[in-house]
């Protein structure tokens, strides 16, 4: 298991689960609509192994490319491939097996509809996103499309077809990204800055475009998050807790606004944590009172 351990750091394991989580949620307002409740729990199992399989395969051939990147970073000079830890060649073959092992499990039992989007994700955030992060600052919202495509994964694999219903989904999750990761952009804007990313905090010295681009964001993703219940994919315990949530994103997007400081930046940053695992359990609970009226 010491041995493993080198190759699951790798993976990015918290990204991983906010994958899973997104996915899921998404899945689980789709699926009453076509299965029964007995089925939903075995096929969305079969679903999310293969979709964060394959964002375990993307995060590690991220981390190929973007080694020597993360030498010059103090918050990354002591992940596996900058030490020595991981050869990059292994690291290569091990994030390939795993994308493609990955989709080659969803074609198999899922759908081919689902092994697309999760391949189109990953090559989206390998080839596209990645290069772009030390080329412009739009990379943040670029990088936020394969970002909320496993909102649509989670959703082909219970409807097997992409509707309305599945962009709503998408919606949240894009604009869940901004607040997030600009938040992380301002915490370690100096060590963005000294590796060459282009981020909007580097570019962006009195941080008034990124401060903008959070409170805009911030605001969208309240307003979206309310639309599954007004389209009834789901009741009003789902748009409570939605409400509820997004006001407290929103609340800490105007203290770091107003203060500029890493401390509210990081208030931010833990709102945005806790909004996704937090959602999931309000869409449970809204699902599973359903089944009683």
Not at 243 to 254: D, E
Request: charged share 15%; net charge positive.
């Amino acid at each position: 298991m010491q041995a493993l351990r080198p190759y699951l750091n790798l993976c990015k394991l918290g990204i991983v689960r906010m994958v899973g989580v997104t996915a899921a949620f998404s899945y689980i307002i789709a699926a009453p609509e076509v299965k029964g409740y007995g089925m939903m729990l075995l096929d969305l199992m079969a679903a999310l192994l293969g979709i964060m399989g394959a964002a375990a395969g993307s995060a590690v051939l991220n981390n190929v490319i973007e080694k020597d990147l993360d030498g010059r970073m103090e918050r990354t000079r002591h992940r596996e491939l900058p030490t020595g830890k991981v050869l990059p060649e292994h690291a290569l073959g091990f994030g390939l097996v795993l994308c493609l092992g990955s989709v080659a499990w969803l074609v198999l039992t899922v759908n081919l509809l689902t092994a697309f989007l999760v391949l189109s994700t990953a090559f989206l955030y390998v080839v596209v996103y990645t290069p772009l992060k030390t080329r412009t600052w739009l990379n943040t919202s670029i990088g936020a499309i394969p970002g909320a495509m496993p909102t649509l994964c989670g959703w082909a694999a219970a409807m097997n077809s992409l509707d309305f219903g599945a962009w709503v989904m998408f919606a949240i999750l894009f604009a869940w990204q901004h607040p997030h990761f600009y938040a992380i952009a301002w915490i370690y804007r100096d060590d963005y800055e000294k590796a060459g990313y282009k981020m909007l905090s580097v570019v962006d010295k009195n941080g008034a475009r990124l401060f903008m681009q959070v409170f805009l964001f911030s605001l969208f993703l309240l307003a979206v998050s309310l639309l599954p219940t007004l389209m009834d994919m789901s009741g009003w315990v789902y748009f409570s807790g939605a409400l509820l949530l997004g006001l407290y994103v929103m609340l800490c997007s105007i203290q770091f606004i107003a203060h500029h400081t890493r401390k509210d930046a990081r208030r931010l940053l833990f709102s945005t944590i806790i909004y996704l695992p937090a959602l999931l359990v309000v869409i449970l609970m809204d699902v599973g009172i359903s089944l009683y009226l």
